[in-house]
């Protein structure tokens, strides 16, 4: 793959895509204009407009995300609270009553009717306490698997690590088990597609569902955890500016250097 490839991205995905991943980058641009560029911002000004509309879309892309992590909390405080309702069993009866009841059958003689009913006690003793161990693990494991399901809920597709040094992993030259296409050949040139793995498996990124992606004739879109949207393949990074950007509309270097200004 070129860096000559030219991508329409009017044409690629439902989803509107934009000039940078987030709405800083996008805030930067438009003050670099107005500072250095004034002229170029009144003549051209449909520049400018464009980006405004990206922060408008990115805003409420950002906005439905909270919204899922603020249900995703509502759930998941009404399962820890019901994790503090599971009584948790008296272990260690049942290891007194097991070892008084192993003395008594080590006798080596024919218990007697006492001795017998007592040792069916010890018995149903231990039983309530497996009982009561079996219900605790139960409820634990119910519980615990709802939390799992809120979780994936709120993950979907988007590859999250804990530990973000994972994310150095190279991004699949094969089919995943859910049968997602091979993305080998739509991944940018170098350094580009090392950056751009590291978002996706660290999830700052992921790509949207499969019927985004056949609307741009199966080119794989990926979406920002800050609202950007950018077709895989055109995907680039600036150090410059610290920001990915579509590969036909590069960032000016001097992005950031009107960022505190507020003259």
Known sequence: MTESRSLDQQTLSPERQTRFSDVCGTLDE???????????????????????????????????????????REEFLTLAASLQT??????????AEASSLTTRLAG???????????????????RDVASNLEKALYRYKEITLEIGRVYHA????????????????ALGNTRDTEGEPDLAQWLPVSPH???????????????????AASEGGGIPIIEFEDGGVIPLPAV???????????????????GLEYRDRRD
């Open 154 to 169: 709120l993950k979907g597709k988007r590859g999250w690590v804990l530990d973000e040094t994972e994310a150095q992993t």
């Open 108 to 126: 080596g003689r024919v218990l007697s009717a006492e001795e017998r009913s007592e040792a069916i006690a010890w018995i149903e003793a231990i």
């Open 236 to 254: 680039r990074w600036s150090d410059e500016v610290g920001n990915f950007y579509p590969v036909d509309a590069p960032p000016h270097p001097r």
């Open 86 to 95: 599971v009584q948790s069993p008296l272990r260690q009866t049942a290891g």
């Open 193 to 211: 597609r090392e950056r751009i793995l590291r978002y996706l498996h660290a999830g700052r990124a992921h790509l949207l569902p499969a019927d």
């Open 30 to 72: 438009i003050k670099r204009m107005l500072y250095e560029q004034p002229e170029v911002a009144a003549s051209e000004s449909a520049q400018l407009i464009a980006l405004v509309d990206d922060v408008g879309a990115m805003l409420p892309r950002m906005s439905m995300r909270l919204q899922e992590y603020e249900q995703f």
